[in-house]
Nanobody
């Protein structure tokens, strides 16, 4: 069984920063890409950023230049550094792992940006 646990969400004022962490564990024998997604109330879940096993990154246009995704393989952790946060970044943020030919999701962490 593979488990993902996110942390680091919270309430922040516009212009502030947060760093999300996602720790993965379990029986992983074929690790592929990891990513962060978000879902705002009444909206579909959308990709925020992804990172491959070779650390190639991809970002949604709305977060380019503000968010940075990174990974620490020794700690089985992927991070999302979020800077210059805007109220429209308010959402539940989910971590996704592609491994063992499957997709695994974390439980989500709430990020709220006040104006």
């Amino acid at each position: 069984q593979v488990q993902l646990v996110e942390s680091g969400g919270g309430l922040v004022q516009a212009g502030g920063s947060l760093r999300l962490s996602c720790v993965y564990s379990g029986n992983i024998f074929s690790l592929n890409a990891m990513g962060w997604y978000r879902q705002a109330p009444g909206k579909q879940r959308e990709l925020v950023a992804s990172i491959s096993t070779t650390s190639n990154t991809n970002y949604a246009d709305s977060v380019k230049g503000r968010f940075i995704i990174s990974r620490d393989n020794a700690k089985n952790t992927v991070y999302l550094q979020m800077n210059s946060l805007k109220p429209e970044d308010t959402a539940v943020y989910y971590c996704k792992l592609i491994a063992n030919g499957r997709q695994y999701w974390g439980q989500g962490t709430q990020v709220t940006v006040s104006s």
